[in-house]
């Protein structure tokens, strides 16, 4: 079956780095549009990061110039690279993997920046 697992959440001080990993098992993530979403208390969920199958990617506003988005298909693994934490990226993050036919979707690890 169809598996998402995230890692690499925790706390970290402001200004500091993250990388999250979204571990995939039963696709492909070479076949899939890649996305990161996050969702803070209180708050709706919003996009972060997407990865499309073709490699292009598009970031939120919020993460321009702080995140990376990436995948490595020999790993079968999605990564989002967080410079430059603010308190305002404190969220669980979850990772999306989206066909034309199907949306397959992780548990989520938390992040959380504070001092």
């Known amino acids: 079956q169809v598996q998402l697992v995230e890692s690499g959440g925790g706390l970290v001080q402001p200004g500091g780095s993250l990388r999250l990993s979204c571990a995939a098992s039963g696709i492909r993530v070479s076949l899939y549009g890649m996305t990161w979403y996050r969702q803070a208390p209180g708050k709706q969920r919003e996009l972060v990061a997407t990865?499309?199958?073709?490699?292009?990617?598009k970031y939120a506003d919020h993460a321009k110039g702080r995140f990376t988005i990436s995948r490595d298909n020999a790993k079968n693994t999605m990564y989002l690279q967080m410079n430059s934490l603010k308190p305002e990226d404190t969220a669980v993050y979850r990772c999306?993997?989206?066909?034309?036919?199907?949306?397959?979707w992780g548990q989520g690890t938390q992040v959380t920046v504070s001092s």
């Open positions: 990865i499309t199958t073709g490699g292009s990617t």
């Open positions: 999306n993997a989206g066909s034309w036919r199907n949306d397959y």
